[in-house]
C-alpha cells in the first residue's frame, strides 16, 4: 500500500527565514510525485510534478526536489503570503490514476 | 476556463436526509474525481470516472454514498441517509490524460455539514 508522510506537521517561520517541508513516500513504482499548496477555505492548487530522482523544478521561492525515497520542498526568503498548507501527493505506476495524500505541512511566516 | 466548479459551496442538513453535490470539471478534461477532507484523515479519494465511466470506487466509505456522471460535463455525489460522521469538506477534481501523469485541478470544495 502506498504510504506518503510529511514533516513537520506544522512549521512557523519569520519572514525571510529558509526552510525546508519533506515529503517521504513508499511506493512499488513511482509514476509522479505532486506539490500542492492549499490556503484555507479553499482547494489544492497545484505547484509541482516531478517524475524521476534528480529531478528539481523552481517557481519564485519555491523549490522541489526528488530522491528515490523522498522529495523536498525548499522555501527560499519566505513572504507572509506563503503561508499555507502543503500537500504532497504519489502517483503509482499500478495505480492507475489515484492520487494518495500525505498529512500536510502547516507553513505560517510571519511579518 | 472558470476551473472546477462545485455547488453548493456549503450545506447544512438534518441526520436521514439526503444530500446531493455537484461537479462541473475543466472542459476537455477526461477524468473525474470526488475527494473527502476531514482533520483526522486528511485528503481521502472517494471514486473517479474516466470518460464517464466509474474506474475505481473503492474508497467509497458505504453504500450510503453513491456517484453518477451521466455526461463529460456533469457529476453528482449523493448521500443517503446523511449521518454526522459525513460532516467533512468534499472536492471535485478533474485531470486530462493527454500528459505523462494527470494533474489534477481541485475546485472550491463543498463543505457539508449534518446536524
Request: hydrophobic share 30%; aromatic share 10%; net charge negative.
Amino acid at each position: 500500500e502506498d504510504q506518503v508522510t510529511q514533516s513537520p506537521e506544522a512549521l512557523r517561520l519569520q519572514e525571510g527565514e529558509s526552510s525546508s517541508l519533506n515529503c517521504s513516500y513508499t511506493v512499488s513504482g513511482l509514476r509522479g510525485l505532486f506539490w500542492y499548496r492549499q490556503d484555507p477555505g479553499k482547494g489544492p492548487e497545484f505547484l509541482f510534478t516531478l517524475y524521476s530522482a534528480g529531478e528539481e523544478k523552481e517557481k519564485e521561492r519555491l523549490k522541489a526536489t526528488l530522491t528515490k525515497k523522498e522529495s523536498f520542498l525548499h522555501i527560499t526568503a519566505p513572504k507572509p503570503e506563503d503561508s499555507a498548507t502543503y500537500l504532497c501527493a504519489v502517483q503509482e505506476e499500478t495505480s492507475g490514476s489515484r492520487l494518495t495524500f500525505g498529512e500536510g505541512t502547516q507553513l505560517t511566516v510571519n511579518p | 476556463d472558470a476551473g472546477v466548479i462545485q455547488s453548493p459551496r456549503h450545506e447544512v442538513t438534518e441526520m436521514g436526509q439526503e444530500v446531493t453535490l455537484r461537479c462541473k470539471p475543466i472542459s476537455g478534461h477526461d477524468y473525474l474525481f470526488w475527494y473527502r477532507q476531514t482533520m483526522m484523515r486528511g485528503l481521502e479519494l472517494l471514486i473517479y470516472f474516466n470518460n464517464n465511466v466509474p474506474i475505481d470506487d473503492s474508497g467509497m466509505p458505504e453504500d450510503r454514498f453513491s456517484a453518477k456522471m451521466p455526461n463529460a460535463s456533469f457529476s453528482t455525489l449523493k448521500i443517503q441517509p446523511s449521518e454526522p460522521r459525513d460532516s467533512a469538506v468534499y472536492f471535485c477534481a478533474s485531470s486530462f490524460s493527454g500528459r505523462r501523469t494527470n494533474i489534477q485541478y481541485f475546485g472550491a470544495g463543498t463543505r457539508l455539514s449534518v446536524l
